[in-house]
């Protein structure tokens, strides 16, 4: 059973960092690539940022720059920093793993979801 489990969110000022981190059971990943979601309340889910095996990204326009996106295949992990961090950034946050090995940005794309963790960021 494949499990992706999220951690490391919380409530932070405007200004500050959080790293969350996605670890990945059941199968590896590590030739496949991985992405983060995020939900704000009312909002559709939204493309943050993806990997691919060997550490391409790719990050929405929104958050390149502030976010960075890692991995480390030795403990079938995925990490997000994420810096500079503004209310807007506030949501639920998803770790999802493709499949596939290419890049995608679309949520229909990735076939495992974590349960996603908090991230609040206040004013």
């Known amino acids: 059973q494949v499990r992706l489990v999220e951690s490391g969110g919380g409530l932070v000022q405007a200004g500050g960092s959080l790293r969350l981190s996605c670890a990945a059971s059941?199968?590896?990943?590590?030739?496949?690539?991985m992405g983060w979601f995020r939900q704000a309340p009312g909002k559709e889910r939204e493309f943050v940022g993806a990997?691919?095996?060997?550490?391409?990204?790719r990050y929405a326009g929104s958050v390149k720059g502030r976010f960075t996106i890692s991995r480390d295949n030795t403990e079938n992990t995925v990490y997000l920093q994420m810096n500079t961090l503004r209310p807007e950034d506030t949501a639920v946050y998803y770790c999802?793993?493709?499949?596939?090995?290419?890049?995608?940005?679309?949520?229909?794309?990735?076939?495992?979801w974590g349960q996603g963790t908090q991230v609040t960021v206040s004013s």
């Open positions: 990997i691919t095996g060997s550490s391409r990204t």
């Open positions: 999802a793993a493709r499949l596939g090995a290419a890049l995608t940005t679309t949520t229909r794309t990735y076939d495992y």
């Open positions: 059941g199968r590896t990943f590590n030739g496949q690539a």
